[in-house]
């Protein structure tokens, strides 16, 4: 049976992996290949590398990055940050990521989608879609302008789906590093929707969050940054405390709490 | 030490199959050149990427009835991991029909998405190993692996070796002879990846 996937996202800006808070601010956490070498180790589904700073600075995909993180990852890595032309893809692909996560060029030049899956397959082509909620509508945010565009959230991830696109990141803006939990309306309409696999992110704060997502939409894989950056045990309890609720969690025979009783959720403060 | 090449024909992540086989204690190296691959006791043809992009890039480096001689004539161990496992098969769908190497007859054909199934199929999804006569799926029954894939491979069960389910049943791994492909990412699939790999260099 194929499994949901519990992923890490590793945000990083200036090269040091950050916590991120709203998408404004910004706290770090130390060296992105260490943290990739744990949670690798840890037995984390995927990894997926954001470099926040790369589009800002008009710099292309951070290739420097991912050539230092590559050697200790067992476990499917995607890169998104500056990705911008066909070029862009190849060579980040090439330096060792299975996929590219496309944010900005998105808007200006959509069909860098189809054009990228034509050569490399959709399966490597990630859409990153960001998504902000006021006076209860949804609209997509432009994270390079840190502001909320016009555009329908919904709509637009829809009308994404449709192209030749692998899989769809969406995060949420307004819970980003709040530890309140997924924005579970949003992305249950948007699961039942299209037929896309869906990485979903920001907002958890403690494991009662993944599993309210698993359980509400039909998301692919719920994704983190921050809560797995505060325990070295973190990946190993999720799955751990999700394994015990649901049979489509992946875990290892090695190491796991399947045994543990987890009496009451736990909050990263 | 047996040598491995990994073949680089512009598809796909070929880094992480090397560290995985260097991690390993393997000895191999990228290559498209015909002399390295002459020596080389076993080859790989990893790969993510589009079937016709992959063929043509094979023929502009003219090394298709080089591999041809190399795994059916010199019977070199070839082991094709994703794209490089449906390159085998006779023709493809994707973008088109197109033609493969034809190591073995089958037929690459878009994964069902009837019932609301995503595409692509994504994720880790557990093995079921139906002939291991060459014990590169040792202790791997019922593990799950890391795929990525639209497409699957269709063929006639004598070269099947492992079996996935996703509402169907799918083909996970196949074998001819010195022939060995799988459709999921040892090199991405954490240890029990690792252990397909070492069972290949074993059997070198």
Redesign the interface.
């Known amino acids: 049976m194929l499994k949901r996937r519990i992923v890490a996202c590793v945000v990083v800006k200036d090269n040091w992996a950050v916590q991120s808070i709203g998408f404004q601010k910004y706290l770090p956490i130390g060296k992105p290949e260490i943290v990739v070498e744990y949670l690798s180790r840890w037995n984390i589904d995927e990894i997926i590398l954001i470099d926040i700073s790369a589009s800002k600075k008009h710099k292309g995909p951070n290739l420097e990055l991912i050539s230092r993180i590559i050697n200790k990852c067992y476990v499917p890595l995607s890169y998104g940050g500056g990705i911008k032309s066909i070029q862009d893809i190849l060579l980040t692909i090439r330096a060792g990521v299975e996929k590219v996560v496309l944010n900005s060029i998105i808007y200006k030049n959509p069909t860098l989608i189809n054009e990228g899956a034509a050569i490399v397959g959709s399966q490597s082509i990630i859409a990153s879609i960001d998504f902000f909620k006021s006076n209860n509508k949804y609209f997509v945010y432009d994270y390079l302008k840190s502001e909320q565009t016009n555009i329908n959230a919904f709509e637009f991830i829809n009308d994404i789906s449709k192209m030749n696109v692998g899989e769809i990141f969406i995060n949420s803006v307004n819970r980003d590093g709040l530890k309140q939990g997924y924005d579970i309306d949003f992305l249950k309409n948007i699961s039942n929707k299209i037929n896309t696999p869906i990485i979903a992110c920001g907002g958890v704060g403690s494991f009662t969050h993944f599993d309210e997502c698993l359980k509400k939409t039909k998301v692919s894989a719920t994704c983190a940054a921050n809560i797995f950056h505060f325990s070295e045990h973190s990946v190993i309890t999720v799955k751990s405390y999700l394994k015990q609720r649901y049979n489509d969690i992946r875990i290892g025979d090695d190491i796991n709490y399947l045994n543990f009783s987890f009496h009451n959720s736990r909050t990263y403060k | 030490m047996k040598k491995i090449v990994i073949i680089d024909y512009g598809?796909?992540?070929?880094?992480?199959v090397k560290?995985?086989i260097k991690s390993l204690g393997g000895n191999c190296l990228i290559s498209n050149n015909k002399k390295e691959i002459v020596n080389a006791d076993a080859i790989i043809m990893p790969g993510?990427?589009?079937f016709d992009?992959a063929m043509k890039n094979l023929d502009k480096l003219n090394l298709i009835n080089f591999l041809n001689e190399m795994v059916l004539v010199k019977k070199k161990k070839y082991l094709g991991i994703c794209?490089g496992m449906q390159l085998l098969a006779s023709v493809s769908e994707e973008?088109g029909l197109n033609k493969g190497l034809n190591w073995i007859p089958s037929k690459i054909k878009k994964i069902n998405?009837d019932n609301?199934?995503?595409?692509?199929?994504?994720?880790?999804?557990?093995i079921s190993v139906s002939n291991n006569k060459t014990k590169l799926l040792d202790n791997c029954n019922g593990k799950?692996f890391?795929?990525?894939?639209?497409y699957h491979f269709d063929c006639s069960k004598k070269y099947i070796s492992a079996y996935f389910?996703?509402d169907l049943k799918y083909v996970a791994a196949v074998n001819y002879n010195n022939i060995f492909g799988t459709q999921f990412?040892p090199?991405?699939?954490?240890?029990i990846?690792?252990t397909v790999l070492n069972n290949f260099i074993n059997l070198i």
């Open positions: 598809m796909g992540n070929l880094g992480s560290n995985a993510m990427g589009a992009v794209l973008g998405s609301n199934k995503l595409i692509p199929h994504v994720g880790w999804n557990n799950a890391y795929f990525d894939h639209s389910s996703y990412h090199e991405r699939s954490s240890k990846g690792l």
